[in-house]
C-alpha cells in the first residue's frame, strides 16, 4: 500500500518567510534616531565676524569659504567626515542625535589663527571663540552642537587678527616697563608683555604664542605711572584707523584692518598731569618770638615735582622791611637761610615756597622782636653803694637796664643768672665777693638778645 505525506514548512523558508516580510514601525524608528549637521567654515577676510562676500576689504579681499574639511566627534563616539558639496559646505548625514563635537584643524597653530562661532550671528558681538580641543594630537578648534531630528546647521569664521601698542611719552621716549597693559577683543582682555628688542612695545601672548583677536572692536588701555595720563591714542596698519574711547578703553572696528591676517598698531601718548599739588614750606628758624639781636632764618621745603624757590619777607607794621630768597633748581627738597640785621622792633616772618608749574604753598607767619641794643650799665651813687669814682673803687655797685630784659652777668669769667627784668642790679662788688680781685676786673652785662655791655674797673 502506498502512502502520502503532507509537506511542512521548514526552518530555512520560515527564516526566508521573516525577512521577507516588511517591517515598517522599527525602520520608522530608526529613520527617527538620526540626524544631519550642515557646516560652513569661511575665512573672514572682511574681518567683521559675518560671512558676507559683498563686503570687501582694504586689501581688495572678501570672505570666502574655506573647505578644509571638520572631523565630527558625534554623540555615539565615532569620528565622521565629509567632503565639501558643490556650495562648499560639509553635510554629515545620519548623525546619532544628541551632543556632537565638530573639530577644526587650525592651519598653523592656536598661536595663528582663532575660531569662531557665527551661527545666526547679526553683528561681531554674537560671534564666541571656540575653545582648543584635539584631533589626533592635533590642537583644534571645537564647536558644541546638539543634533536632532530636524537638523542643524553650523557657521564658524576663522581670522589671526593680532595687535600691538606703541606706547611713548609725549617727547617720543618709549614708556618702558608699565605695569599694566592690555590688549582685547570681544568680552576678554589680555595682558600685553614688553618686547625685550623693541622698548615701549607691547603684544599679548599664550601657551601657544601670540593671542589672535576676534574680529569687532579692537581694544587697548594702559594703566600710565604715577603723575602721567593718556593724551592720545592713534591706530594704524598700513592706513590710518577710526579710534574711539569708551570706559577708559580705546577701540577701532577690525573691519578697518587690511586683511583677516594683520597686526595693526595703537600708539598710545602719555603726558605729565597738570602739577596743582602745592609744595609745603616749614619755618625751622626763628622757632621762638626772640628776642634776637640779629634774626636768623631758615626754612626748609619739599615738592612732589620739584622746586622753584624758597621765599622768607619780613614785615614791620605791615610794610615789606626785608626780602629774602633763594633758588632751588627744580629739585624736590631744599633750604633757604638768611641773616638779616634789622633795627629794634617788632616784625613778622611770612614764608613759603614755590614749585617749578608755579604752585604756592601755604604762606606761614611768625611773629619775632628784634633786639639789638646792648644793656646799659651805670655805678649807683651813695656810699653805701659804691665808695671811689672813675673806675677805681673800693666798692662799687652797679644798676643795669635793658628794654629787652637782662639776662645774666659775668664777672671776671664767671656767671652769674638774673631774673628776667628790665631793671636788675649788681651790688655790693669788692676784692673777694663775686670773685672780684684786687686791681683790674671785667663785668660783661648781656640782655636776653643776647647783647653784651662790658665794663672794666679797677678795685683797691
Known amino acids: 500500500m502506498r502512502t502520502r505525506s503532507t509537506p511542512t ?4 523558508a520560515l527564516a526566508a518567510a521573516l525577512i521577507a516580510a516588511p517591517l515598517p514601525a522599527i525602520a520608522a524608528e530608526a529613520d527617527a534616531a538620526t540626524g544631519t549637521l550642515t557646516v560652513t567654515r569661511f575665512d573672514d577676510r572682511y574681518a567683521d565676524g ?6 570687501t576689504a582694504p586689501s581688495g579681499d572678501v570672505d570666502r569659504k574655506n573647505e578644509s574639511a571638520p572631523r565630527v566627534l558625534a554623540a555615539d563616539g565615532t569620528w565622521r567626515d565629509a567632503s565639501a558639496n558643490g556650495d562648499g559646505d560639509f553635510v554629515f548625514e545620519g548623525l ?9 584643524l587650525f592651519p598653523n597653530s592656536p ?5 569662531f562661532d557665527a551661527t545666526d550671528a547679526a553683528s561681531a ?3 564666541e571663540q571656540l575653545p582648543v580641543g584635539s584631533f589626533l594630537g592635533s590642537p583644534t578648534g571645537v564647536a558644541s552642537v546638539t543634533v536632532d531630528s530636524d537638523g542643524e546647521s553650523l557657521l564658524v569664521g576663522m581670522s589671526a587678527l593680532r595687535l600691538v601698542a606703541d606706547v611713548q611719552f609725549a617727547d617720543g621716549e618709549p614708556a618702558s616697563g608699565l605695569a599694566t597693559v592690555e590688549l582685547g577683543s570681544g568680552d576678554s582682555w589680555y595682558p600685553a608683555t614688553e618686547y625685550d628688542f623693541q622698548p615701549g612695545t607691547y603684544e599679548s601672548f599664550w601657551q601657544y604664542g601670540y593671542i589672535r ?3 569687532g572692536d579692537l581694544g587697548v588701555r594702559v594703566t600710565p605711572p604715577a603723575g602721567f595720563r593718556v593724551a592720545s591714542v ?6 590710518e584707523l577710526t579710534v574711539t574711547e569708551r570706559d577708559g578703553a580705546w577701540y577701532f572696528p577690525s573691519s578697518e584692518v587690511l586683511n583677516y591676517f594683520w597686526n595693526p598698531t595703537f600708539t598710545v601718548t602719555l603726558e605729565e598731569l597738570p602739577d596743582t599739588t602745592r609744595p ?15 634774626l636768623d632764618i631758615r626754612v626748609d621745603a619739599t615738592d612732589d615735582r620739584g622746586l622753584n624757590r624758597i621765599v622768607a619777607n619780613i614785615y614791620r607794621d605791615g610794610v615789606l622791611v626785608k626780602s629774602t630768597q633763594s633758588a632751588v633748581g627744580g629739585a624736590t627738597s631744599g633750604t633757604h637761610t638768611a641773616a638779616v640785621v634789622l633795627p629794634d622792633g617788632a616784625y613778622t616772618v611770612r614764608y613759603n615756597a614755590q614749585d617749578l608749574a608755579g604752585n604756592i604753598s601755604r604762606t606761614g607767619s611768625f611773629s619775632v622782636t628784634v633786639d639789638a641794643t646792648a644793656p646799659t650799665v651805670t655805678v649807683k651813687d651813695g656810699v653805701s653803694f659804691t665808695r671811689g669814682a672813675d673806675g677805681t673803687y673800693d666798692l662799687v655797685s652797679f644798676k643795669l637796664y635793658d628794654a629787652g630784659k637782662i639776662d645774666r652777668v659775668e664777672l671776671n669769667g664767671v656767671a652769674k643768672n638774673l631774673t628776667n627784668n628790665a631793671w636788675s642790679d649788681v651790688n655790693f662788688v669788692k676784692p673777694g665777693t663775686f670773685r672780684a680781685v684786687a686791681g683790674e676786673n671785667t663785668l660783661v652785662v648781656y640782655d636776653v638778645a643776647g647783647n653784651a655791655r662790658t665794663v672794666t674797673f679797677t678795685l683797691n
Open 234 to 239: 592713534t591706530a594704524a596698519d598700513v592706513n
Open 9 to 12: 514548512l521548514g526552518t530555512a
Open 111 to 115: 598661536g595663528g589663527e582663532v575660531f
Open 125 to 127: 558681538a554674537d560671534i
Open 280 to 294: 609745603t614750606a616749614t619755618l625751622v628758624s626763628p622757632s621762638t618770638a626772640g628776642p634776637f639781636s640779629a
Open 50 to 55: 559675518l560671512y558676507d562676500p559683498s563686503k
Open 96 to 104: 546619532p542625535l544628541g551632543e556632537t563635537e565638530v573639530h577644526f
Open 213 to 215: 583677536h576676534l574680529p
